[in-house]
């Protein structure tokens, strides 16, 4: 399903595609620069679409007859703007955009500038971006936010609509867990960004470090790169951004673009020409590249002459001293490199700081036989991916980073640590030496790639992930037993001639307590599972995580199956314990030290060790230390398992190490396959509890207790609402119904 067939596109982004800037004593408009803006500047259009962001003028700048002159016109083309005032942006963008997010997120941490007034303003300007949305989504409308300035906005908009279609698209790397931890917003950014449906990055790698903030900051687990949050799940997903890609190579033959060609060519005859190009900034590694092609010519004097290096720095916010003093640091660079190696007539690099019009900047992407694309750290980086598209005749190299995103799909390139300055240098001789046929055979496949995943598929993609998204919660989600529901569930237990009654114990049946031997059945839960296994039309279960000796002790004397530890002992009735799973014990010696080493740094902490699985428990600890060692416990627990056929599962405040392939799904389809089940009832309270949710039939009454995601059709809030829906039923068993 598209946007096309049901509901409109709304594009949300800091800047319009569409640009207002002052000329004279009036304004102009002019296209925005950018790959979001170019990729996809008539793409929200063709979907029925609107565009929401800053239009570039200040608030201060516009007067009353020129704001509806705005409007007129952006509304024209679909654009609404959102206006900013001098001091909003001066707090929100330039500060913690640029002060906060931009450099910790490239791994810059020492640049970051934390201010509570910055924050402040950030949080206030993403209320005006959502109220701005908010007049215009309805719904079944796709509302796609984009990048760091926005990531507020999901949670704000879902706290106003809930069943809205939400995707986000970061553009930036999303760092390591280490780096993230250290911003003081941390858990807000992370739920700002779980308000979306679908949360998207350019490579896994981003996804990684998302997943594993949410996990450790959060304490959400996740499955398959689905997050379970609270009350919704949300998908993460790797996107690798593309290109326009028939844009470049169509203007890459066109005849204004041949003849700046020949004047670059007539320029540079008998020369290499190494082609760098970036914005003005640090995460970029300008002084690094400059200082590679000058440790080139001092390697490599019989280069002098024979190449040249275009420097193309694009200017970016001057104004603030870090990037002015960048800015400086450049400028002697050039002027040193060219001082030394410089001849009459020829001059190492052709510097130039500014931008250019398109078909120039085609024409150097056509014209170079190098392209240096060395950033520190980018999350994709569209320029490799532009010149290689300009390439008609595929003569080129790529030199390119592995620290930027496009690195991971552009294998072909010869990737380089921009920190080691030899192998920067070893690359661009390599890439001057290599032969016309390697450099063809290089570019032509990774064209076939950008032309099939061009800017246009991967949009087309990720709504397509997005919809996708929407139907798979319907699968996992919380749904409250309601009132009717709960009328039916209980008159078709009546009318049943043969049931089948499933529940956990702990957290389901009795509320967890701070040592598992005081969970001990009270004397109305006993009450109603004797009651209800006294029916001769109810087969009762109990399937818990416990060990087989706790179950017997508690349950034996009552007419009903067992099933202890996820389902590997099976006891029925009528006969004894039985072993169903060919399991062993012999990995506990390996692991049992590891849970000891934690529960030895997290006081209250403790170990149950069962038959073939063990628990470690924290509901005693400290909570906040209980949760970070859980996590910290998981990670390490995974790592060591890898090997060892075990999986580890997390419950309630509990980590479980046991045997792979054991889960309480199987134990259910033991009892299913009993029979035909007129009824079927299953109750859980925990992850552990999915498995039997997934191994039901579609007819099954499956509830979850806690108001938290779930495969089951729907919640209660409490044991105690488990307590009082079961004494309905054994009321209704006896032919009474009780209105509710």
Known sequence: MSPEADGRLIMVSNRLPISVVRHGSGVKFLPSVGGLATGLSSFYQTYRGQWIGWPGLEGEEISGAEAITIGNRMGFEGCFPVILSREELDRYYYGFCNNVVWPLFHYFQTYAVYSEVDWEYYREVNQRFCRVVLENARPGDFIWIHDYHLMLLPEMIRQEMPEARIGFFLHIPFPSYEIFRQLPWAREILQGLLGSDLVGFHTYDYVHCFLESVRRIMGYEHALGQVMAEERMVKVDAFPMGIDFERFAEAAVQPGVEKEVEAIGLETVDRKLILSIDRLDYSKGLPQRLEAFNLLLERNPGLVGRVTLVLLVVPSRIQVERYAALKRQVDELVGQINGRFGVIGWAPIWYLFRSLPFESLVALYRQADIALVTPLRDGMNLVAKEYIASKPDGKGVLILSEMAGAAREMGEAILVNPNNLNQVVEALE???????????????????????????????????????????????????????????????????????????????????????????????????????????????????????????????????????????????????????????????????????????????????????????????????????????????????????????????????????????????????????????????????????????????????????????????????????????????????????
Request: glycine share 6%.
């Open 430 to 740: 390599r890439a001057m030496e290599m032969e016309e046929e390697a450099q063809v055979r290089r570019v032509r496949a990774i064209q076939e790639r950008l032309k099939r995943y061009n800017v246009i598929n991967w949009a087309e993609d990720f709504l397509a992930g997005l919809d996708q998204i929407k139907t798979v919660q319907n699968s996992y989600a919380v749904r409250r037993l309601p009132a009717e529901a709960r009328k039916e569930l209980v008159r078709d237990y009546q009318a049943a001639e043969k049931r089948l009654l499933l529940f956990d114990y702990d957290g389901t049946l009795t509320s967890f307590v701070d040592q598992p031997e005081k969970a001990r059945p009270d004397r109305e839960v006993l009450s109603i599972l004797e009651a209800l296994a006294a029916e001769e039309r109810n087969k009762l279960v109990i399937i818990s995580n416990r060990d087989r000796a706790t179950l017997e002790n508690w349950f034996g004397r009552i007419r009903l199956d067992l099933s202890a530890e996820h389902g590997v002992w099976v006891k029925t009735w009528e006969e004894e314990w039985e072993l169903v799973e060919p399991v062993h014990g012999e990995w506990k010696a390996r692991v049992r030290p590891v849970l000891e080493h934690y529960v030895d740094r997290t006081p209250g902490s403790f170990i149950e060790e069962k038959d073939f699985s063990l628990v470690w428990h924290h509901r005693t600890a400290e909570p906040e230390l209980g949760l970070v060692r859980s996590l910290e416990l998981k990670t390490t627990l995974l790592e060591l398992t890898a090997s060892l056929d075990l999986e580890v599962e997390e419950g309630n405040k509990i980590i479980i190490v046991k045997n792979a392939g054991v889960h309480k799904g199987r134990a259910v389809r033991r009892w299913l396959g009993q029979g035909e089940w007129g009824f079927i009832l299953c109750l859980g309270d925990d992850w552990t509890d999915e498995d039997m949710f997934s191994a039901l039939p579609e007819e099954a009454y499956s509830l979850r207790v806690g108001l938290k995601v779930s495969r089951a059709r729907f919640n209660l809030a409490s044991p105690q609402e488990v307590r009082e829906l079961l004494s309905e039923l054994v009321e209704a068993g006896k032919g009474i119904i009780i209105p509710k």
